[in-house]
């Protein structure tokens, strides 16, 4: 068994579990956590929770900022790909280069997420993950969002 199969075992049985015993929950969390610190730079869905419910990460909202304001994960905030020159000053001040960054857009389809974490890069952010997911899984695993 590969290390990858042998990773998802290992999380699929803690999900299972952690439905059944507080206990277990609890530890689900923590290994979603570490899981989502790894040195990949992607998340799933269950460590970008795990982050969110830690709040160990800020979330960063790559869409347009009037896809933004209809609907986001809660807390996010916005960083569009598309004005990120102009929002990136604002960003700066208030996120420092080494906090967590989770950033998502709407979907696995859509390549904003990838690009603002490039720029992102490239302005000396190093912990960044990306949440291929997007608003679409987040939203229909029912999970927080604020309209």
Known sequence: MSRKSLRRTLVASLLLLS???????????????TLAKAKT????????????????????????EYTYDKSHIKGACSLSDS?????????????????????????PSCPKARHVAEKLKKNG?????????????WSHAGFPIEE
């Open 125 to 137: 952010y190093r912990n960044i993950k990306v949440f291929s997911g997007g608003l679409v899984e």
């Open 19 to 33: 439905s059944i015993s507080p206990a277990v929950a609890e530890l689900y969390a923590a290994a979603s956590v």
């Open 41 to 64: 730079d992607e998340v799933n869905l269950s460590a970008a929770k795990a982050l969110f419910d830690t709040r160990s990460a800020c979330f960063v909202d790559a869409r347009p």
């Open 83 to 107: 004005r990120f020159d102009e929002q990136f000053p604002d960003f700066r001040q208030k996120i420092t280069t080494g906090t967590l960054l989770v950033i998502y857009c709407v979907g």
